[in-house]
């Protein structure tokens, strides 16, 4: 079963449990629209790939959630997530249009 999460605390808490980072990806020069919003799980994907910044894992920038809650809201966002089980933090999530809840 899934659950769509909308409000932010209840986000907040579900990507904290699984080391979740707010972060916003980085589009290609010239390419316009709207950010493209990621939750990056663990330090180690946080470390790798191409991190010539410090603070950007491939091509991605860490931001702080007010920011990212703000993209969220503005695009109008829920996060489709799995419905907590016993002894399992799944970090699989997908972003649906809130009105799919």
């Keep these: 079963m899934t659950q769509v999460l ?3 605390d209840e986000i907040r808490q579900w990507a904290t449990a699984r080391s979740g980072n ?3 990806e980085d589009r290609p020069t010239g390419i316009g629209g709207p950010p493209v919003l990621r939750i990056v ?4 994907a946080l ?8 603070d950007r894992p491939g091509g991605l920038d860490l931001v702080g959630w007010d ?4 993209q969220f809201d503005a695009m109008k966002y829920g996060l489709l997530v799995e419905d ?5 933090l799944d970090d ?6 809130r009105d799919q809840r």
């Design 47 to 54: 470390n790798a790939g191409e991190n010539q910044y410090g």
């Design 67 to 70: 920011e990212w809650f703000e």
């Design 84 to 88: 907590e089980r016993p002894g399992v």
């Design 41 to 44: 799980f663990d330090q180690q």
């Design 92 to 97: 699989y999530y997908e972003f649906v249009p």
């Design 6 to 8: 909308v409000k932010h």
């Design 22 to 24: 707010p972060a916003i």
